[in-house]
């Protein structure tokens, strides 16, 4: 998988050249100018002090954190808080196709919720982006983002000494290459035929693994 996510990145340059040199010369907007012209499109999470372990409760509106992050799966998890706490957090609350981005610890990773992600906010460690979708594809931003000269230029800031926290602030003012959305959708459709093979490559693994499995039995079994 790392191969296919290795293609991804090489397409990603060959298409767009490097985010940070921008060779192509392409129009160049901050995060910031890039985020939705609504309320809250781009939130760090709520001070810790609003998100004591004594607020959680069994089920109601979720907190993503960096566990969901990190793995990359957003139905991960068990912490959630009741209605009125979440009506409290309002504008730490997250949408279907909002990018949430780690601060600290594995610094910069991303994910993007989905479609069928359950409503709820983002805790501290966190900061969620609304983009606007008529401008960029937030997996487009994703896919920059994860690209070594970006994290570079946002990260080694400090005199070379590479920082292991971010904040909005940095986030906001990091400006990137937007090229037209038809060539953003062009590129899209590139990594959603990698992830197609990836899946069926995954499956197929999985098949092997039974057949292996039913046959190790069959000749050791008792």
């Known amino acids: ?52 372990k004594e607020v959680y409760a069994e089920s109601g509106y979720k907190v993503y954190g960096q566990e969901q992050v990190i793995s990359g799966n957003q139905f991960l998890g068990n912490y959630y808080i009741d209605k009125e706490k979440y009506e409290q957090l309002n504008s730490c609350k997250v949408m279907p196709g909002d990018v949430l981005i780690s601060l600290v610890g594995t610094v910069g990773k991303v994910l993007i919720l989905s479609e069928d992600c359950q409503p709820g906010i983002i805790n501290p460690r966190l900061v969620k982006i609304t983009f606007d979708k008529r401008k960029i594809f937030p997996e487009y ?57 990836r899946f069926v490559a995954q499956q197929q693994i999985e098949k092997l693994q039974m057949l292996y499995d039913s046959l190790a039995q069959e000749y050791f079994g008792d």
Not at 29 to 42: C, R
Not at 147 to 153: F, G, K, N, T, Y
Request: hydrophobic share 40%.
């Open 141 to 197: 931003f994703a896919i920059a983002f994860s690209l070594e000269s970006v994290r570079s230029s946002l990260l080694g800031r400090a005199h070379g000494q590479t920082m292991n926290v971010l904040n909005l602030g940095m986030i906001k003012k990091l400006k990137l290459p937007v090229p037209p959305i038809s060539r953003q959708k062009e590129y899209l459709n590139f990594v959603a035929q990698v992830d197609k093979s």
């Open 1 to 52: 998988s790392s191969k296919l996510d290795s293609l991804v990145k090489s397409r990603f340059i060959e298409m767009f050249g490097d985010p940070i040199r921008n060779p192509l010369r392409m129009s160049v907007s901050s995060v910031e100018e890039l985020a939705a012209p609504i309320k809250n499109s781009m939130k760090a999470g709520p001070f810790g002090s609003a998100l004591k």
